[in-house]
């Protein structure tokens, strides 16, 4: 099993930044991609961002500008750089992992980290 841990969420001010980190227990190169999502009070689940072991990534349009994800192989690390932040990305925050098989695909996530963005 691949284990996920996030860190690095917290409360901060409208306009304000926070980088989120994913810890994963094996290496992430081996991985077809990683991602964030989050989960805001009352919503679904929902994509923040991916990328793939080739470095493929898809944003969804309402971070695209201010989100970044970004990979350390070498640490096993995914990290969400998150700019201009506002009340409506105050969410529970999720790494997830994605691991190819011969027949199958297997989602791994995290326990989650908490952002909030209030004045």
């Known amino acids: 099993q691949v284990q996920l841990v996030e860190s690095g969420g917290g409360l901060v001010q409208p306009g304000g930044s926070l980088r989120l980190s994913c810890a994963a227990s094996?290496?992430?190169?081996?991985?077809?991609?990683m991602g964030w999502y989050r989960q805001a009070p009352g919503k679904q689940r929902e994509l923040v961002v991916i990328?793939?072991?080739?470095?493929?990534?898809n944003y969804a349009d309402f971070v695209k500008g201010r989100f970044t994800i970004s990979r350390d192989n070498a640490k096993n690390m995914v990290y969400l750089q998150m700019n201009s932040l506002n009340p409506e990305d105050t969410a529970v925050y999720y790494c997830?992992?994605?691991?190819?098989?011969?027949?199958?695909?297997?989602?791994?996530w995290g326990q989650g980290t908490q952002v909030t963005v209030s004045s």
């Open positions: 997830n992992a994605n691991l190819r098989a011969t027949w199958n695909s297997y989602n791994y």
């Open positions: 990328i793939t072991s080739s470095g493929t990534t």
């Open positions: 094996g290496s992430i190169s081996s991985l077809y991609a």
